[in-house]
């Protein structure tokens, strides 16, 4: 495994951005910590020999079925939007992004 | 009231049948054991009197009719990850605490299509992530077991421990539950209930909030192995709204707990004489597999040589699948919403305020082994040893019908134990994480005690959509073990 880099607080904050979850200063340094040994314990999977074995990335047994292609579902509008946190109308209201 | 609640769900059908008890009664007496457990187990997140009672009722009248499904006016709890309609799905998580599902997921809808009666939502660690249902958002669920003479409080495992701790304390006759590395059979050793994880593809998933969709498989609990296998008959089956559920036919496996083990071949795996473990595991091990030599079956010693890295390949797979499902949390569509003046800082506050820690790390971990430069060395590392976990129980499953192994490393432990590492939290699954990888059926039964009282359990792996052996293997255990202990929080121990 290529990451035997112990992480900094700088991965943190990227890795944190990314999953866009806002974190404080003391927060980073405490997932520092933690992230880091969950990883060091990870890299045990660096003594199995996997060459030549293809990835598995489901054990699913189940094939896509096919299905004739008409509408199924649709026209809830209200079911769709009673959850949403804010609303106007038929839509979903954000903060403005755009000037 | 003891009695109705003691009843199991094959004992409670005959009993509605003979009009002996009405539905209304027996939902009622669990609603009281609610009332009167709750404060001291929280094993709910929500109770729903109203709607029970109103399904209690068409049960009763089906059932003068002669009518009425297999789960007629029968009483369970549905862990709070199933989206039930019209009745609020937190999935243990602040993020989702004012979630309103406007559709019911399929293995709940068929369990209503089957009759049965919803008491309520139960607790579980947040977003099924954990093995000890106190990462909950809504506060921790407490065992009802204790140790002989302590009154500290023991976590009932996770994650499906408030569907497990419902079921022991008598307030529900069967519950539901998930499984992604154990979650449903590690509380049910931890609780001395039965608790099944079915093939991966055997129940639906729709409608169940996804945590990691290569892995996650709903199961049922019950105080019975024969309890448990009414259930699962009620919830599996095809569904075309999952892609990844087979279609295949729903074998009778209350049938199949009859069949015996005559001449089943029992797998004994040596890699889980695990360092460290309890003598009275390890005895208990043994003593299951003379019970099983007894009844019939051969014992097998075998090798699953991938099994130590079970673990540290499940804690790739399983957050990488939970840093993609869980982006859906936005706050923009559904669940929380914390303000803010722009659109990213919506998302990070929103998040951060939503997602406890267990779940924060998760997601990092994934979002990390997932990242540029990583993904090679981490995610495709695992994906590979997965193949060769599966080619493990592929190829002992040609010389063996069954294995039998413990369910878990250690009795229940405190509430509060194992949190301030959580690698050692981790270790708790190493058991059931490899058949969770490979997507074969497994069951924990309740099989003795340990030297403190606290119930331990052994765990049954079949072959892919072969539940029915796995019923079979496990109500031979159960005959055995005559397992009759109960917890010291339940109805009756409040008089």
């Known amino acids: 495994m290529a990451s035997a880099a112990p992480l900094d607080d700088a991965v943190v904050r990227r890795i944190a951005r990314l999953a866009r979850i806002r974190l404080g200063d003391e927060e980073v340094s405490r997932l520092r910590g ?19 074995v293809d990835p598995l990335a489901s054990v699913g047994q189940a094939t896509l079925a096919m299905r004739a292609d008409f509408v199924t579902d649709g026209d809830q509008t209200e079911a769709v939007l009673a959850n949403a946190p804010a609303r106007a109308g038929t839509f979903y209201t954000v903060p403005k992004v755009v000037e | 009231m003891t009695d109705t609640l003691d009843f199991t769900i094959a004992g409670a059908r005959n009993a509605l049948r003979a009009k002996t008890i009405s ?36 049960a009763d009248g089906a059932l003068a009719r002669g009518e009425g499904g297999p789960l007629a006016g029968i009483p369970l709890a549905i862990k709070d990850l199933f989206c039930t309609n019209g009745i609020r799905t937190t999935a243990g998580s602040r993020i989702l605490e004012p979630f309103v599902p406007p559709y019911e997921s399929t293995v709940t809808r068929q369990l209503l299509r089957d009759g049965a009666v919803f008491l309520g939502k139960a607790n579980l660690d947040e ?34 421990g408030g569907s497990a701790a419902a079921v022991a304390s008598g307030m529900a006759l069967g519950s539901t539950g998930t499984d992604t590395g154990g979650s449903i059979r590690q509380p049910a050793s931890f609780c001395g209930i039965v608790g099944m994880k079915p093939t991966y593809g055997r129940c639906s998933r729709f409608g169940v909030v996804a945590f990691a969709s290569s892995l996650d498989q709903p199961g049922p609990f019950a105080r019975t192995v024969e309890d448990a296998a009414i259930l699962l008959g009620s919830m599996a089956g095809h569904d075309p709204r999952d892609s990844t559920s087979m279609d295949w036919p729903v074998p009778d496996y209350a049938a199949a707990c009859r069949r015996g083990v005559k001449g089943l071949r029992i797998g004994v795996p040596r890699e889980y004489h695990a360092d460290g473990m309890p003598a009275e595991i390890e005895r208990l091990w043994q003593q299951g597999l003379d019970w099983l030599r007894d009844a019939g079956a051969e014992i097998v010693d075998v090798s699953l040589p991938h099994t130590k890295y079970g673990l540290a390949t499940y804690y790739i797979v399983a957050p990488a699948e939970c840093s993609s499902n869980l982006a859906r949390y936005d706050g923009v569509r559904f669940g929380l919403r914390v303000p803010a003046q722009d659109l990213t800082d919506l998302y990070e506050e929103t998040r951060a305020a939503g ?46 019908d069954a294995l039998l192994t413990p369910t878990a490393p250690s009795a229940a432990f405190g ?3 194992n949190m301030d590492d959580p690698v050692k939290m981790y270790l708790n699954d190493v058991f059931t994480v490899p058949a969770s990888i490979a997507g074969v059926p497994g069951i924990s039964v309740p099989a003795g005690l340990d030297g403190d009282g606290l119930p331990l359990g052994l765990q049954v792996i079949g072959k892919h959509f072969d539940e029915e052996t796995v019923f079979a293997v496990g109500q031979a255990l159960e005959s055995a073990a005559g397992f009759s202990a109960k917890p010291q929080i339940r109805v009756g121990s409040l008089r």
Not at chain 2, 138 to 159: A, E, H, K, M
Not at chain 2, 358 to 369: A, D, K, Q, S
């Open chain 1, 34 to 52: 933690e992230l880091g040994a969950i990883l060091g314990w990870i890299e045990q999977l660096n003594e199995v020999d996997v060459s030549g």
């Open chain 2, 23 to 58: 539905a209304r009664e027996l939902t009622e007496a669990h609603l009281a054991a609610i009332e009167a457990l709750e404060p001291s187990l929280n094993a709910f997140i929500t109770v729903t009197p109203e709607t029970a009672l109103a399904a209690a009722d068409a």
């Open chain 2, 127 to 160: 977003f099924a992530m954990g093995s000890s249902t106190t990462t909950s958002a809504f506060g921790p669920t407490i065992n009802p077991w204790q140790r002989q003479g302590s009154n500290t409080q023991l976590v009932p495992g996770g994650s499906s």
């Open chain 2, 355 to 400: 997602f406890g820690a267990e779940v924060r790390r998760r997601i990092l971990i994934g979002t990390y082994v997932l990242s540029a430069g990583y993904y090679d060395a981490y995610y495709l590392k695992a994906q590979k040893v997965r193949a060769l976990i599966l080619k493990d129980f592929t190829d002992v499953f040609g010389q063996v």
């Open chain 2, 415 to 417: 509430v509060g134990e």
